[in-house]
T-cell receptor
């Protein structure tokens, strides 16, 4: 069975470049989350979608970060004008339930972004 | 705001030793509590969860009890194996649906 798939697995970007990270959630999953995990730290929440609606983007660190899920399935996290502090693993997770449902999150393996 | 604090690693144990990884939380309301595990080269996986006070979550020989009075959710296992070597994350889930993670504790089990 397919889990959450993220691509690319690794991305190296020069400072100032734009990047796009893709997440394919488990089919039929309503909720989709993006997290940022710095080296040696726990994941930190970035943003949350329920179907195509972005219900919470309080964790996005700056207006250079933008996420979308236009058809309620695949999601893309875009980072404009990357900075060195953006270097991290970006995790996507999906769940079958909506907010507060208690449905477990299923995580992808992440995209490791290195900004040089 | 809501937060999770867990003991720092790395924790190194011999096979069959007893494991405790401490986790305490600060939260408004009544969050659900989780332990996630990240094996080398793999994504985060849910290990166990508890949704209300005094609930005990258990899986694969691991267990943790939701203690509201001490705001804790310590992870325990009676006899660890080499295959348990991984990074363990404590997390709380609030009404907003998102998870708030601790910083992770690396466990290394030696044969």
């Amino acid at each position: 069975g397919a889990g959450v798939s993220q691509s690319p697995r690794y991305k190296v970007a020069k400072r100032g470049q734009d990047v796009a990270l893709r997440c394919d959630p488990i089919s039929g999953h309503v909720s989709l989350f993006w997290y940022q995990q710095a080296l040696g730290q726990g994941p930190e929440f970035l943003t949350y979608f329920q179907n195509e609606a972005q219900l919470d983007k309080s964790g996005l660190p700056s207006d250079r970060f933008f996420a979308e899920r236009p058809e309620g399935s695949v999601s893309t996290l875009k980072i404009q004008r990357t900075q060195q502090e953006d270097s991290a693993v970006y995790l996507c997770a999906s769940s079958s339930g909506g907010t507060g449902s208690g449905s477990p999150l299923h995580f992808g393996n992440g995209t490791r972004l290195t900004v040089t | 705001g809501d937060s999770v604090t867990q003991m720092e690693g790395p924790v190194t144990l011999s096979e069959e030793a007893f494991l405790t990884i401490n986790c305490t939380y600060t939260a408004t309301g009544y969050p659900s509590l989780f332990w996630y595990v990240q094996y080398p080269g793999e994504g985060l996986q849910l290990l166990l969860k508890a949704t209300k006070a005094d609930d005990k979550g258990s899986n694969k020989g691991f267990e943790a009890t939701y203690r509201k009075e001490t705001t804790s959710f310590h992870l325990e296992k009676g006899s660890v194996q080499v295959s348990d070597s991984a990074v363990y994350f404590c997390a709380l889930g609030n009404q907003g649906g998102k998870l708030i993670f601790g910083q992770g504790t690396e466990l290394s089990v030696k044969p």
